[in-house]
């Protein structure tokens, strides 16, 4: 028999205009959280401040760099301390000392437009204080998941786009997508780690007519997830169409010379 109540709220104002190539917003916030467990009581108020700054640098693209700070806040299922079997010997429970969690993220981006080329690359870092995190710990009985606030995270890198029209047209082309971001996690109890995710998508199209066909691929990376790496699923996908006025066919071959991974 297990009781909590959360309440949130959230005021803020906001400035925005245009000055030249300049445009700019700017906001002020301010979120109150209160939270009663059957051991604590929380009252939090947490500032979120915003800024965004853009520049156009005509040919040379688009430039925008922004700041923001926000929290995270532990679920019902994270603060609850019922005892949940996963398997016969690995159980997962909750922490009702579980705090919400406060994050300092700059982002920088850039975009680029061209006959041949459409490209947008985003830089990332991220301070997170108390971050909640999820561990393995072995018990006498059991192997249990559990949740913690731990001392500190940090998340940088970057995150890329694209479309690429050797021919000036849509006979062929290619997109991408893709992102290099490193993540150090710093806890007492689970203690200090990183872990580095690449993960790529590309697609290939071709549009002749009333023809259409698509090739979809990628290469397959590993992210944090609690306590696991998980593993996107592998791509290997062939998809052929023809259109005529109202009329649509198509034809799929998913995971083409290869075989689904997960």
Not at 221 to 240: A, F, K, T, V, W
Request: charged share 20%; aromatic share 16%; with cysteine.
């Amino acid at each position: 028999d297990y009781k909590t109540s959360f309440l949130k709220n959230y005021i803020y104002s906001e400035l925005s205009g245009k000055i030249g190539k300049l445009t700019y917003k700017a906001s002020f916030g301010i979120s109150n959280i209160r939270r009663d467990t059957y051991t604590q009581k929380f009252n939090d108020w947490i500032w979120r401040p915003s800024a965004i700054l853009g520049y156009n640098m005509g040919r040379g693209g688009i430039l925008t760099l922004q700041y923001k700070m926000y929290s995270s806040e532990p679920s019902i299922a994270q603060l609850s301390n019922n005892r949940v079997y996963v398997t016969e010997h690995i159980v997962r429970q909750g922490n009702p000392e579980l705090r919400n969690s406060i994050s300092n993220e700059i982002n920088m981006d850039w975009s680029w437009t061209s006959k041949f080329l459409d490209f947008k690359i985003s830089t990332l870092y991220r301070h997170t204080d108390r971050p909640i995190n999820t561990y393995f710990s072995r018990e006498e009985d059991f192997i249990v998941i559990a949740s913690e606030n731990g001392n500190k995270s940090k998340t940088y890198g970057a995150i890329y786009s694209g479309t690429i029209k050797p021919f000036n047209n849509n006979i062929i082309t290619l997109r991408f997508q893709g992102q290099f971001l490193k993540t150090h996690l710093y806890s007492s109890l689970a203690g200090n780690y990183s872990h580095l995710n690449t993960p790529l998508w590309y697609q290939i199209n071709f549009q002749y007519r009333n023809w259409t066909a698509q090739y979809q691929g990628n290469i397959v990376s590993r992210s944090l997830n609690g306590p696991y790496l998980r593993s996107n699923e592998n791509q290997s996908n062939i998809n052929i169409g023809y259109s005529k006025g109202n009329l649509s066919v198509y034809a799929s071959c998913y995971w083409f010379l290869t075989k689904s991974k997960y």
